[in-house]
């Protein structure tokens, strides 16, 4: 049973930070793609970021959060981060960690095989 569980959501002011965690079980990642995508009311479900564990740790950012949000992963304890800074109120949405079977699951929600939860990031102005 393969399961995602992410934490450290909350409120945060504009300009805060925020860090996500996302604990992994049940499978061993060490050669799959993960990533963080979230989802707005009303809005589709949208890439963020993604880390390839077995692609020399490269990762990928979508336009939005460049130089604001890092992915990053500790394979011994098995999870995946999110620091988030400089947060804006679009950045508002339920952020889900999401694993591919393959090493690079790309951008689109259709690479990735296993989801968590989400879990709620609101900012306010």
């Known amino acids: 049973q393969v399961q995602l569980v992410e934490s450290g959501g909350g409120l945060v002011q504009a300009g805060g930070s925020l860090g996500l965690s996302c604990a992994t079980s049940g499978r061993t990642f060490t050669k799959h793609a993960m990533a963080w995508f979230r989802q707005a009311p009303g809005k589709e479900r949208e890439f963020v970021a993604s880390i390839s564990w077995r692609a020399g740790y490269a990762t990928d950012y979508a336009d939005s959060v460049k130089g604001r949000f890092t992915i990053s992963s500790d394979n011994a304890k098995k999870t995946v981060y999110l620091q988030m800074s400089s947060l804006k109120s679009e950045d508002t949405a339920v952020y889900y960690c999401?694993?591919?079977?393959?090493?690079?699951?790309?951008?689109?929600?259709?690479?990735?095989?296993?989801w968590g939860q989400g879990t709620q990031v609101t900012v306010s102005s």
């Open positions: 999401a694993a591919a079977q393959t090493f690079n699951g790309g951008t689109s929600v259709v690479g990735y095989d296993y």
